[in-house]
């Protein structure tokens, strides 16, 4: 599916990221993973993962929201490699605070690592991408950034800028080939959600339709998608990865119940007399439901 394509992950020492290194790797991509910090055991479980798919994992060390290493970091890439086709925007932080209790350093610095971090390395990336007219751009947001919940002021804003902002990259770089997505995942069974109460796991999972957390393959499964030319067609999409809980669906469905009345009253008015008889007849059957 990537077979010789060269990926940059990054925040790929673990979580979701080191699965999409695995996911990625198993599908013949050249990885560029990308951490924080170096160590032997990052190496060790890179080198595991690229001879086990035969395939070439180098790692690549910056912090995100530093501007000049992320830049040194992608040039260094893009002299080995040659071209980039595909950056997986991963690394992130979590913050859950009441809002009163948020120091706005703390917004800020969420801000910069959840969201300016992706925008500048896709700035950069982009250049390259440019030049090739093809590439593939997935942003990690989450479903906080769809739907507001206590606590979520630095974490929950972030993520709805890289939404957003996703959205914009798209409509902007369609014309030079580049897909711009988005993965939201809800529970994924990360070290972000270690020493979170078990009241808020089980009030999750009784919420959530399959009754289950999502492993975070699950969710590099749905990066790999979006990564790969299975989704050649896709552009300025965010996809929902949890359970059926929240997100895309749930907010969609509610949208379409709530505003399908006042539509059909509009077309009446318009009297798109070709659709009486099926307004008529879905009436009947809404009224029923
Ligand atoms: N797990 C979930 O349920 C969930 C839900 C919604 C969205 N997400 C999103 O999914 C992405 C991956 O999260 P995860 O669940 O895999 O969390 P995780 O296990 O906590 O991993 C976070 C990754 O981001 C890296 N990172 C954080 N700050 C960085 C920085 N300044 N520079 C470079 N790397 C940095 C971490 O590196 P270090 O090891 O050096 O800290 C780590 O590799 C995040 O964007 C997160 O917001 C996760």
């Not at 808020?200 to 009784?206: D, F, G, M």
């Not at 996809?239 to 929240?246: L, M, N, P, S």
């Amino acid at each position: 599916m990537l077979t010789g394509k060269n990926a940059i992950i990054t925040g790929s020492n673990r979580g979701i990221g080191l699965a999409a290194v695995e996911v990625f790797a198993e599908q013949g991509a050249v990885v560029w993973a990308c951490a924080r910090t170096r160590s032997e055991e990052f190496e060790s479980r890179l080198k595991e993962i690229a001879d086990k798919n035969a395939v070439a994992i180098t790692p690549v060390y910056f912090d995100v929201s530093d501007k000049a290493a992320a830049k040194e970091a992608v040039q260094k890439i893009g002299r080995a490699a040659g071209t980039i086709d595909v950056l997986v925007n991963n690394a992130g932080i979590s913050v859950e605070k009441l809002f009163s209790m948020t120091s706005i350093e703390t917004i800020q610095k969420t801000i910069e690592v959840n969201f300016l971090s992706q925008v500048y390395l896709a700035q950069l990336v982009s250049r390259y991408m440019m030049k090739a007219k093809a590439g593939s751009i997935v942003n990690v947001a989450s479903v906080a950034g769809i739907e507001s919940e206590e606590g979520g002021v630095a974490y929950g804003s972030s993520k709805a800028a890289v939404i957003f902002a996703t959205k914009t990259m798209a409509l902007e770089l369609g014309p030079y080939g580049i897909r711009v997505n988005s993965v939201s995942p809800g529970f994924i069974d990360t070290d972000m959600w270690a020493g979170r109460k078990d009241e808020i796991r089980e009030k999750i999972l009784s919420e959530t339709p399959l009754r289950r957390q999502g492993a975070p393959r699950e969710a590099a499964n749905a990066i790999l998608f979006l990564a790969s030319e299975l989704s050649s067609y896709i552009t300025r999409q965010n996809i929902v990865v949890d359970g059926g809980r929240r997100g895309g669906g749930e907010t969609y469905s509610a949208i379409c119940l709530n505003r399908f009345p006042a539509i059909m009253i509009l077309w009446d008015a318009l009297k798109q007399k070709d659709y009486d008889d099926d307004i008529k007849e879905w009436k009947k059957n809404y009224k029923r439901m």
